[in-house]
């Protein structure tokens, strides 16, 4: 992997947010229908994100945007929600989103957080919590999860983060979303 450089991401880094908002068009679409589906819908989230109370960090290879993540503190700042993280596709699985979710992580511990919380929806049957009643045994549904392709929540449980809930139906009739997090040490 080449070197990547992670930065704060302002509103006065126009090229980069632009390049952050294309990333969130392009790679939500194909598994996450509706999510930023438009640019402007992106270029909005990344404006939101760019806010001072919030973290925003941009992965970079030499100039060229690769990735980025955003926080929104909650709780008084005890917890952090992590929203988004997106990792260009061509460049998804060589450890970006990695330095991406640690460097969040140090983030959030420079800024006093104790948590960090997530939501990874599940739109597309891509586990076993998908089109299932999580209204019954839910804590044995979750115990016994399966990944049949390639969830993120697989991602975020080698960095350390584990399931404490579901919300049902959250994306519509049997498309829950998966509620992770992880304690900031």
Same mark, same amino acid.
């Given at each position: 992997m080449a070197t990547i450089q992670i930065v704060d991401l302002t509103p006065d880094m126009k090229v980069e947010c632009e390049a952050a908002a294309r990333l969130l068009n392009v790679a939500f679409a194909q598994n996450?229908?509706?999510?930023?589906a438009t640019m402007e819908d992106a270029r909005e989230e990344v404006s939101e994100m760019?806010?001072?109370? #919030? =973290?925003? #960090?941009?992965?970079l290879d030499g100039e060229k945007v690769v990735g980025w993540i955003g926080g929104i503190p909650e709780y008084n700042g005890n917890v952090w929600e992590l929203h988004p993280v997106v990792v260009d596709p061509q460049r998804q699985r060589q450890g970006i989103g990695a330095?991406?979710?640690?460097?969040?992580?140090? +983030?959030?511990?420079?800024?006093?957080?104790?948590? @960090? +919380?997530?939501?990874?929806?599940?739109?597309?049957e891509m586990t076993s919590l998908a089109s299932v009643d999580l209204y019954t045994d839910t804590w044995e549904k979750i115990r016994n999860i399966r990944n049949f392709k390639g969830?993120? $929540?697989?991602?975020y449980a &080698?960095?350390? $983060?584990? =399931? @404490?809930?579901?919300?049902?139906?959250?994306?519509?009739?049997? &498309?829950?979303?998966i509620y992770m997090a992880k304690r900031i040490e």
């Open positions: 996450w229908p509706g999510s930023w760019v806010e001072p109370e #919030r =973290i925003a #960090r941009v992965a330095l991406l979710v640690r460097d969040f992580e140090e +983030q959030v511990r420079r800024c006093g957080g104790l948590t @960090i +919380q997530l939501g990874t929806d599940d739109v597309n969830h993120p $929540y697989s991602f &080698k960095m350390g $983060y584990v =399931i @404490i809930g579901v919300l049902p139906d959250a994306n519509g009739r049997g &498309k829950p979303d």
